[in-house]
């Protein structure tokens, strides 16, 4: 009975008011549409006229619409079609690389009996707070490692970083019991068996969560190619349509219909092409969350729950 009576009184501490949900679920609502309203109103600039655009401004119900844009775009598609193809190669290889390293990383470091334990986790913690510069990972990237103008230049440098391996060390440490590790010793189980048998089958939260960590991180990277390519075949999508929206003359260099530079100046309309530009960079990656959603949440809430 005393048992039951502090059960109800929990029951009745952690119950939330109708009024409190209520008010809970206006500011969940209105924080999901300031996340979609931007999207459906770039969506909706995209398919609207130049002229309405130039006359009118942007709104979010167009005066004039028009597809011009992303047929602008579609004129491009063998290039942008390409560019695709890198995204996708340094995207997959590059996710799959780095949940496999900061994975095996954070399981070293998770294990207390480990010897260099306290050295390798400052390696891991201090790059969180000092790094070599962009000047010095050049030098290193390009001139000893000779990774310039390679796909692995825009794989590498962003495999690993130091806040994922910190939360697999946190998952792995406190989530996987150490009886069951020292029972798979005493049967005679290498750390690799124990590892890929044991560990990882019970890590798919921490598993989603880095691995949609690193997929948003490759997918949405222009940076490394602007630093270490200058060969346009091996252009990321995001770089290529960073490059035609920023810089008209890139398309001139490249024409694909044998235009002249004004002629795509007076054929593109500039403020729905990057628009669209946009549209075609999100709409992929937020396809892929909704897999990832379950995993994800439980990632990220490593920790705060015990018991």
């Known amino acids: 009975m005393k048992n039951r009576k502090e059960a109800e009184d929990n029951m009745k501490l952690n119950r939330i008011s109708k009024t409190a949900n209520l008010i809970f679920n206006i500011i969940f609502v209105l924080l999901a549409l300031i996340c979609i309203i ?11 006229s130049e ?5 009118y401004g942007y709104q979010m119900i167009p005066k004039e619409f028009s597809l011009d844009s992303y047929l602008f775009l579609w004129r491009e598609k063998a290039t942008i ?9 340094v995207t997959g290889t590059g996710t799959a690389l780095g949940v496999i390293l900061t994975t095996t990383m954070g399981y070293v470091l998770s294990r207390p009996g480990y010897k260099l334990n306290a050295m390798l986790s400052w390696l891991v913690f201090i790059p969180m707070i000092f790094n070599g510069g962009m000047i010095a990972s050049y030098v290193v990237n390009t001139n000893l490692l000779g990774l310039k103008n390679s796909v692995w230049a825009l794989i590498l440098p962003l495999a690993v970083s130091s806040f994922n391996v910190i939360i697999c060390k946190t998952f792995f440490r406190t989530t996987i019991p150490d009886s069951i590790i ?7 189980a290498s750390q690799l068996n124990i590892f890929s048998r ?3 089958p019970i890590s798919k939260p921490v598993i989603a969560t880095i ?3 690193l997929c948003f991180g490759y997918w949405n990277d222009w940076f490394q190619s602007s630093l270490y390519i200058t060969n346009k075949d091996l252009l990321s999508l995001q770089a290529l349509l960073n490059s035609i929206q920023r810089n008209i003359q ?11 530079l004004q002629q795509y100046k007076n054929l593109m309309p500039q403020e729905g092409a990057r628009m669209a530009i946009a549209i075609i960079i999100v709409v992929p990656i937020a396809c892929a969350y909704p897999f990832f959603q379950k995993y994800f949440i439980s990632g990220l809430t490593i920790g705060a ?3």
């Open 38 to 48: 931007p999207v459906v109103f770039v969506f909706i600039i995209s398919i609207s």
């Open 51 to 55: 002229a309405s655009i130039t006359k």
């Open 81 to 89: 079609l390409k560019a695709l193809g890198i995204s996708v190669l």
């Open 182 to 188: 020292e029972s798979a010793k005493i049967d005679g």
């Open 198 to 200: 044991i560990v990882i």
């Open 211 to 213: 691995g949609l960590f």
């Open 250 to 260: 890139y398309l001139a260099s490249n024409p694909t219909a044998g235009l002249s």
């Open 305 to 307: 729950i015990k018991g």
